[in-house]
């Protein structure tokens, strides 16, 4: 599979796996080592988590199952996120979520995601969403100190807008080297908010979260939704596949902005469609009607 380089010494596989759902998917440690062997035969190799994912269970699910390989870490890129603080009963006490980049608490999430992942550095951390308290000297400085001690080697935004972007990086050592955002043929908020132009002036790969809209597009429900899954089925029958899903991956994967789907998929079958897609040449007018059929509305 492509590798998307991002800068030196980091590429991700064009198509990354996606854990936030992995308590769902009820596999022994066994299962998911081999559910990991098989996608990275695939040519998968990027796989994306969150310090809050399974209610702060999948980071550790995910190095236990690799616990028995130790081999595979360095042929796989860990991408995990912290900043979220939910209301949970892990940690008692919390009246309302909130969001918290100070240098105590990513100090605490990246140790936390050394010992879950059972390894010494972590690829890639994201900043989870940006945040209206985030003090971008205070972040700026955590991130040096946890670069220098080599326990993560790059870092990257999720969820920003352009101007929370350009505000933090101009703070920073080295630029993000990604921004996760939800992009699907049902979430079409980064095309009209800027951010996909930002993206090609910039020269970054975005990560789209939900690239199938969570499993929305299975199952349609809105008027939207009706209009996507009938426009992807048609073009599935017109480029001979029988899988909406490839289609829905080779629409994102044709914009020139080089988009990375995260793909978010317990089934290794499924997976596989995602490589597939790589495969899936659409015209630019097949592109177009699954656009119009998302907004609900010609091209003016
Ligand atoms: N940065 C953020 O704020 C953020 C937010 C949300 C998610 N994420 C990341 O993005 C990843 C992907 O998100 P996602 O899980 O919502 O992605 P997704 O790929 O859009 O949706 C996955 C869901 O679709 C279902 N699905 C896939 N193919 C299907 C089919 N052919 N028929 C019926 N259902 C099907 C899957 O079920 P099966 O497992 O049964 O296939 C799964 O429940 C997450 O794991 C996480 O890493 C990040």
């Given at each position: 599979m492509t590798k998307v380089p991002l800068t030196a010494g980091l590429s991700f596989s064009r198509i990354i796996h996606g854990?936030?759902?992995?308590?769902?998917?009820?596999?022994t440690t066994k299962e998911l080592l081999d559910f990991i062997r098989q996608a990275m035969d695939m040519g998968v190799t990027t796989f994306d988590h969150a310090d809050i994912y399974g209610d702060f269970s999948c980071e550790k699910l995910f190095g236990d199952a690799l616990a028995p390989e130790p081999g595979l870490r360095q042929k796989i890129q860990i991408v995990t996120k912290c900043g979220i603080k939910p209301v949970t009963k892990k940690y008692p006490g919390r009246k309302i979520k909130v969001y918290d980049y100070s240098r105590e608490y990513i100090f605490r999430s990246v140790e936390n995601a050394l010992a879950n992942f059972r390894?010494?550095?972590?690829?890639v951390l994201l900043v989870h969403r940006p945040s209206p308290m985030l003090n971008p000297e205070e972040l700026a400085a955590a991130f040096a100190y946890l670069k220098q001690s080599g326990k993560v080697l790059h870092f990257g935004v999720s969820n920003f807008t352009p101007g929370q972007y350009d505000m933090l990086n101009s703070y920073?050592?080295?630029?993000?080297?990604t921004n996760q955002v939800e992009i699907s043929p049902l979430c079409l908020e980064h095309f009209e908010n800027g951010n996909m132009d930002f993206f090609l002036k910039e020269r970054i790969k975005p990560m789209a979260w939900s690239p199938l809209g969570a499993g929305r597009i299975f199952k349609p429900e809105t008027e939207q939704e009706h209009r996507v899954f009938e426009a992807l089925t048609e073009i599935a029958e017109e480029l001979n596949t029988d899988s909406v899903d490839k289609v829905a991956y080779a629409w994102l994967l044709k914009?020139?902005?080089?988009i990375m789907p995260v793909a978010g998929t317990g089934s290794i079958g499924r997976l596989k469609l995602a490589v597939e897609a790589l495969d899936l040449d659409m015209s630019l007018e097949q592109w177009f009607r699954i656009y119009v059929a998302s907004t609900g509305e010609e091209l003016p």
């Open positions: 854990l936030w759902r992995l308590p769902d998917w009820n596999m390894t010494d550095y972590i690829d920073l050592d080295d630029k993000p080297v914009h020139p902005a080089g």
